[in-house]
């Protein structure tokens, strides 16, 4: 039992980590709405655009991952007694998995906020601006909950890596 309670407790904070994305995606409409409603001079209008792109997409990120999270946990007490053995191997090579797609992300989204930096510098109109700062903020949200969900990811492979996975089918 102590890979499922393993599993089971990684799987919800997953879950709570992900909201995250759901409540900065909230923070961008709500900036939206603000310049739309408040925005006076022409940057303040050209976010208008992009703070509602990019809370929309975290919204969908967020709750694209929450859903698929919330149903992982359910799923994980059925896989555990169907076949321990075929769970545990499962979540090994998930856990791989997962910790090689970050690998791939935190290379990325640093050359994006790079991109993103140089179109401040090198293309002076309103739109391109609030597009590129927009951007670095949203990529940035990405980075935090991102990184933090990097270092559950490894913490929870090595773990599942000490359980003595026979001592687990016998129970």
């Keep these: 039992m102590e890979l499922l309670k393993l599993a089971t407790e990684w799987a919800k904070a997953e879950v709570f980590s992900t909201r995250f994305f759901i ?11 603000g310049f739309w409603q408040l925005g006076k001079t022409d940057l303040a209008k050209a976010y208008i655009i992009p703070t509602l792109v990019a809370g ?18 359910k799923q994980f007490e059925k896989d555990f007694n169907t076949d321990t053995s ?14 090689k797609e970050y690998t791939v992300v935190f290379k990325v989204i640093p050359i994006l906020i790079i991109i993103a930096s140089l179109l401040i510098l090198f293309v002076n109109t309103p ?14 949200v990405i980075l935090l909950v991102d990184g933090t969900a990097h270092s559950r990811i490894e913490s929870y492979h090595k773990e599942l890596k000490l359980v003595d996975i026979e001592n687990e089918i016998i129970k």
């Design 23 to 33: 409540l900065f995606a909230i923070g961008f409409l709500i900036a939206s709405v």
């Design 56 to 73: 929309v997409l975290l919204l969908i990120i967020g709750s694209g991952l929450n859903y698929t999270n919330i149903q992982r946990v």
């Design 86 to 99: 075929a769970f545990y191997q499962s979540e090994i090579e998930r856990s791989e998995s997962t910790l």
């Design 127 to 140: 739109t391109w601006r609030a597009i590129s700062i927009t951007t670095i903020a949203m990529l940035i």
